[in-house]
């Protein structure tokens, strides 16, 4: 089993869809968990920490669960400009400094 | 602005050739990060440094090597022993001990002819 694990996708939605990604982790002792952005051919940009309570930054929200090991990323109202690779990132089993563990992100396409 | 700069953006090199890439930030960062990223798998962790003249193997040290003589500066080489070179190789750097939130680079991709 794969230390984090996400559907490749890709998710084709229409403009002003909700669409939601979830991400399952293998190591129950992380402690945290991010979501980042990774435009085609780009460096990866961080999109949101994910909180224990959950968390929202305007269209997009963030959840922790942590009893079935797996965060999830729901993006309200579309815009063609969310088409990306969104990767799901978790603290290393080791635990050491920024150890992190980066899925291979789940492919997002918006279309009009 | 601060950032992360890394060149060359893109690079070819033959068999045999060792090559180095550049990373250079100004965020006043102390850990920096070379990750290699292949289609379809996630970003695996080479290298890491917390501090000057201090550094660390990642998962897929084998065939590489760095320095960190500067605490701006933290260039990686791609020896000839790396078995599977062509990827995509991103430089990263964090904050204070603790904070996992990385900035990265733009990138450098690296083609083996």
């Known amino acids: 089993r794969k230390e984090v694990e996400q559907d490749p996708g890709p998710f084709n939605v229409p403009e002003g869809a909700t669409v939601a990604f979830n991400c399952t982790y293998s190591?129950?002792?992380?402690?945290?968990f991010f979501w980042y952005r990774q435009d085609c051919r780009k460096e990866p940009k961080l999109l949101m920490s994910?909180?224990?309570s959950g968390n929202e930054d305007g269209r997009f929200t963030a959840q922790l669960n942590r009893a079935s090991q797996y965060i999830s990323l729901l993006i309200r109202d579309s815009k063609l400009s969310d088409s990306a690779t969104y990767l799901c990132?978790?603290?290393?089993?080791?635990?050491?400094?920024?150890?992190?563990?980066f899925g291979a992100g789940t492919r997002l396409a918006v279309h009009p | 602005d601060g950032g992360i700069t890394q060149s060359p953006k893109y690079l070819f090199r033959k068999e045999g050739q060792n090559v180095t890439l550049s990373c250079e930030q100004n965020?006043?960062?102390?850990?920096m990060y070379w990750y290699r990223q292949d289609p379809g798998q996630g970003l695996r962790l080479i290298y890491y440094?917390?501090?000057?003249?201090?550094?660390q193997k990642g998962d897929i040290a084998e065939g590489y090597s760095v320095s960190r003589e500067k605490k701006e500066s933290f260039p990686l080489t791609v020896t000839s022993a790396q078995k599977n070179p062509t990827a995509f190789y991103l430089c990263?750097?964090?904050?204070?001990?603790?904070?996992?939130?990385?900035?990265f680079g733009a990138g450098s991709r690296l083609t083996v002819l």
């Open positions: 190591n129950s002792a992380s402690q945290s």
């Open positions: 990263a750097s964090s904050g204070r001990q603790g904070d996992n939130v990385l900035t």
């Open positions: 994910v909180y224990s």
């Open positions: 440094s917390q501090i000057v003249n201090d550094f």
């Open positions: 965020l006043n960062h102390d850990a």
């Open positions: 990132v978790v603290n290393g089993p080791r635990g050491g400094y920024n150890k992190l563990i």
